[in-house]
């Protein structure tokens, strides 16, 4: 089926962004009409996401997921532009009342438009709860508080399949220190905020499927024959194999999945 870019259809509202959702009946008649085009106009879409906190094992997954036939997945594709706002165009203070709208229409619509260029395999990306966190600047930039993870995920995200990676807050911390320049309690701030996006995931978003990643390290047949059966494709062998994709920097590939993650040795 012929797919029309969902970013042109949404262009008019980032040049117009103070007309957009302008009250709550018109955020319902968006969503409604946007999850119609969804379903309804394209068979190439936005299937799934992998979400966690950095450093929680969400390129493991994607490594391991994207080395299937019929899966195709991004490595973080359209966050920083999209919903941390560094390239939408838009002084951020021309649109500070609708920014996280505007920046959740941008990535679903970007996503979309990549899943159209995958027509033959599920399309789907891989984002930290960090990047989902850059939404949170509507609420820095405006008095009163909204719930960016509903806009985001309710509003644009409903019918897509959600699989949220859990890591033990010692060794993901750890691992921040490690990797990364930041302080311990910024390190762990940015975990507990991923153990607020899985909470909020698990009671309101029904296409959501936790895994733990010390289950997928141990068992990953397991958990990966699993994660088949929700994304509705065959478990193949070759997705065992360790994390020797191209898409992922250097330091993150691998000939097998190491165990050496588990130990809490040298954990906060």
């Not at 970013?7 to 040049?15: E, G, T, W």
């Not at 117009?16 to 409604?32: G, K, M």
């Not at 390190?187 to 733990?212: F, G």
Request: include cysteine.
């Amino acid at each position: 089926m012929a797919v029309f870019p969902l970013y042109l259809v949404l262009a008019h509202d980032i040049d117009r962004p103070h007309n957009v959702f302008a009250d709550q009946s018109s955020v319902l008649v968006r969503s409604v009409a946007l999850n119609w085009y969804y379903t309804t106009m394209t068979d190439s879409r936005l299937r799934f996401l992998i979400v966690g906190a950095g450093r929680g094992g969400t390129s493991l997954l994607m490594g391991l997921l994207d080395a299937h036939s019929r899966l195709e997945v991004g490595l973080e594709r359209h966050t920083v532009e999209c919903l941390m706002g560094h390239g939408l165009g838009v002084p951020t203070a021309d649109i500070r009342k609708d920014l996280a709208q505007v920046r959740s229409a941008q990535f679903r619509a970007a996503c979309d438009n990549d899943a159209a260029q995958h027509p033959a395999v599920a399309w789907g990306n891989k984002i930290t709860t960090e990047q989902i966190y850059g939404l949170e600047d509507q609420n820095f930039a405006n008095p009163g508080q909204v719930d960016v993870l509903k806009i985001l995920f309710e509003g644009y995200l409903s019918d897509v399949i959600v699989i949220f990676i859990l890591r033990d807050g010692r060794t993901c911390v750890r691992s921040k220190l490690a990797r990364t320049t930041q302080q311990l309690a910024h390190a762990c701030a940015r975990w507990r905020y991923s153990v607020q996006v899985m909470d909020y995931l698990e009671r309101y978003h029904a296409n959501t499927v936790t895994v733990r990643y010390e289950e997928l390290v141990k068992n990953p047949q397991t958990v990966l024959r699993n994660l088949c059966d929700v994304l509705d494709v065959e478990f193949e062998p070759n997705m065992l194999a360790g994390v020797a994709n191209e898409k992922l920097p250097d330091e993150y590939q691998s000939d097998r999945i190491s165990k050496a993650s588990l130990s809490f040795a040298g954990a906060p």
